[in-house]
């Protein structure tokens, strides 16, 4: 009898298991991301969007490989209700392989709102496909601050949703800051769609930051040219060579 009242006491007064690999979620303790399985905790959790965390190790997110998956939406938040407003530090690391085939909203974060900062990540091999709007390797849409974030690999959106966000290397509509970020991604969007090399559609700030991509404009119907291959505002803010010309023009 002692030792099942010791056992209850025991389980009333010690703190339930972490679900990330370390970290309480604050500025000076960020929760810490090192497997698979935080990351897409963190996806499965969207209590912890305004929270702080850390990537502390590579993570690959091929899916054949055990425990892996192809995404049919973006990691983390990727739904239009709900955004990440949470501090995600890449630490200079790298995630490797996301693969995405799904409708819209379509990145590692689907939608980063006012608050969120994410900075110093790398994507490497991504390939990402979608059929809806606003679709990045890094974002589908972004209203916070990218800082250091680069992406490499694949972005292509076959779908007909020109007034809702475009399709981008990195981010796929952009009312936000993005600072010193590239992409190398391959590009190619339908022409109802703004599709660029860095970003679909900007609306925010962009600076110190490039495309190195091809990117591609396919249009859906043969009577109508992609006039919005590429296509960036005149006061676009930048202060080194972003590649919003370099793009052809199919389906004519």
């Not at 981008?168 to 599709?195: E, K, R």
């Amino acid at each position: 009898m002692y030792k099942v009242i010791a056992l209850i006491i025991l389980a009333s007064v010690c703190p339930a298991q972490a679900q990330y690999s370390g970290g309480s979620g604050t500025a000076d303790d960020p929760y810490q991301i090192a497997t698979a399985a935080d990351l897409l905790a963190l996806g499965e959790t969207p209590d912890d969007y305004d929270k702080h965390f850390i990537l502390t190790a590579d993570i690959d997110l091929d899916p054949n490989l055990p425990g892996r998956k192809v995404f049919d939406r973006a990691v983390i938040a990727p739904d239009w209700q709900t955004s990440f407003t949470g501090i995600f530090n890449g630490n200079d690391r790298t995630i490797s392989h996301l693969t995405i085939d799904g409708a819209g909203l379509l990145g590692l974060f689907g939608q980063l709102g006012s608050e969120a900062q994410v900075s110093d990540l790398a994507l490497e091999g991504v390939s990402a496909n979608g059929t809806g709007c606003a679709i990045g390797g890094l974002a589908g849409g972004n209203g916070g601050d990218i800082t250091n974030c680069h992406c490499a690999g694949t972005v292509r959106d076959e779908g007909d949703c020109w007034y809702h966000g475009g399709v981008g290397g990195l981010v796929g509509d952009n009312h936000g800051s993005i600072i010193s970020s590239s992409s190398t991604a391959a590009v190619v969007g339908d022409c109802w769609l703004p599709v660029g090399g860095l970003v679909g559609r900007n609306q925010g700030r962009i600076a110190l930051s490039y495309s190195a991509g091809t990117v591609t404009g396919m249009a859906a119907h043969k009577r109508r040219a992609c006039s919005w291959v590429s296509k960036a505002p005149p006061d676009l803010a930048t202060t080194s060579p972003v590649n919003w010309a370099s793009a052809r023009r199919k389906g004519r």
